[in-house]
Nanobody
Framework: QVQLVESGGGLVQAGGSLRLSCAPS????????MAWFRQAPGKERVFVAS????????YHTDSVKERFTIARDVAKNTVYLQMNSLKPDDTAVYYC??????????????WGQGTQVTVSS
């Protein structure tokens, strides 16, 4: 069965950095776009960034594009989200996701369980 397992979340002070990892398994993701979403307390889950598994084409939403970087290492079968200059507003549960390439960027076919990121002021 397909699994997306996130790791790397935790508590960090404002201005600090954190790197999240996602380990997908259960199928080939060559025709998928891998993505990170986040959900802050009391708010809806929103798209953060995505990367195509095969080509490495990236997209970052305006709110994070100057601070966050999505990447993938095919050999290590891992997707990363490098988060720098973290702000308290970045506090959220971060979810790894995967969607077929021809679907909308903000659509997901598979979801991870989420990892908590807390940024203190």
């Amino acid at each position: 069965q397909v699994q997306l397992v996130e790791s790397g979340g935790g508590l960090v002070q404002a201005g600090g950095s954190l790197r999240l990892s996602c380990a997908p398994s259960g199928r080939s993701f060559s025709n998928y776009r891998m993505a990170w979403f986040r959900q802050a307390p009391g708010k809806e889950r929103v798209f953060v960034a995505s990367i195509t598994w095969s080509g490495g084409t990236t997209y970052h939403t305006d709110s994070v594009k100057e601070r966050f970087t999505i990447a993938r290492d095919v050999a290590k079968n891992t997707v990363y989200l490098q988060m720098n200059s973290l702000k308290p507003d970045d506090t959220a549960v971060y979810y790894c996701a995967a969607a077929l390439l021809w679907k909308d960027r903000a659509t997901a076919d598979y979801w991870g369980q989420g990892t908590q990121v807390t940024v203190s002021s």
